[in-house]
């Protein structure tokens, strides 16, 4: 693993280059700047997966705080920028069946990394079908603050749709959870969570195990980025934010993770491209 460290916190990212590492990959998240683990210097890992505390859960569910750039559009399973299931997935490389017929990465993107104080870049060029972009992806630590920096370009003659999720996997304490989103922010009635009377997202039932959950949209405000608080079993908290306002934005958890996954829905046209932050600020040990 590559590693960002002071004397608070560890961070622990994927190294794309690694074959080893690569069996931690698969086609659903981003393989550069795949934060894998965050570690307290007092209190040890301060995330989870829907498998956790497993080692090697399979590369679909992963752990910690992976980023996707999506193949097929969200609710519909239109393809993207594939064709005939064959095209690259940005972020991963050349793709089409294997032998079972099943989606896989069949060519990786080749990365530069670059290593400086404080901070991981990781980039990549990537073209097939008439599309290329060039993928640039910084992880950087300050003392208690992780942020993610993404920049897009399309190097390409075609229009790149541009789908892209965040999928963060926060710790549970005792199978619960709260998150307090912006107050202009909504949820509709669901089986799965509640709003306390701070306007936190509650569970309104613990989930049994890593099969037991549930999924929900929240309701953004169009106007609003989003800032949520998480409560978390070692730490007073965690801030997780964005700066830019999601496209939709929906809420999943189990017995062993929850999470909040920003969407970006969007084009970008020949010639163009597009950059966006996330930043995860750990509160001191409780």
Known sequence: MLTLSNADLSVSLIDPANHAERELLGVRF????????????????????????????????????????RQAEFGTGRQLMLEDGRGFIIGMGEVGPDDDGALAVLKPCSWSITTSHGA??????????????????????????????????????RTIPLHWF????????????????????????????????????TFKRRFRDEFDGHFE?????????????????KLT??????????????????????????YMATELAPGADHSWQLAYEFGPVA
């Open 217 to 233: 949209q929240l309701i953004v405000d169009p106007q609003t980025p989003l800032r949520s608080t998480l409560s978390h079993p």
């Open 166 to 201: 965040a999928h963060p996997f926060f710790a549970l304490d005792d199978r619960l959870l709260t998150c307090k989103i912006p107050d202009s922010w909504d949820m509709a009635e669901n089986v799965g969570y509640e709003f306390d009377e701070d306007h936190r997202i």
């Open 120 to 157: 991981i870049e990781f980039c990549t060029e990537q073209s097939d079908n008439g599309y290329a972009c060039q993928l640039t992806r910084r992880i950087s630590l300050e003392n208690r603050k992780l942020t993610s920096s993404t920049r897009l370009a399309n190097l390409g003659e």
């Open 237 to 262: 908290e965690v801030t997780f934010s964005t700066d830019f306002v999601p496209s939709t934005c929906p809420i999943w958890g189990n017995a062993k993770t929850w999470s909040i996954e920003p």
């Open 30 to 69: 981003c393989w550069g700047g795949y934060i894998w683990q965050v570690e307290d210097s007092q209190v040890g890992p301060l995330l989870a997966g829907p498998e956790w505390p497993k080692p090697d859960p399979i590369p679909f569910n992963g752990q910690g705080l992976p980023e996707s750039f």
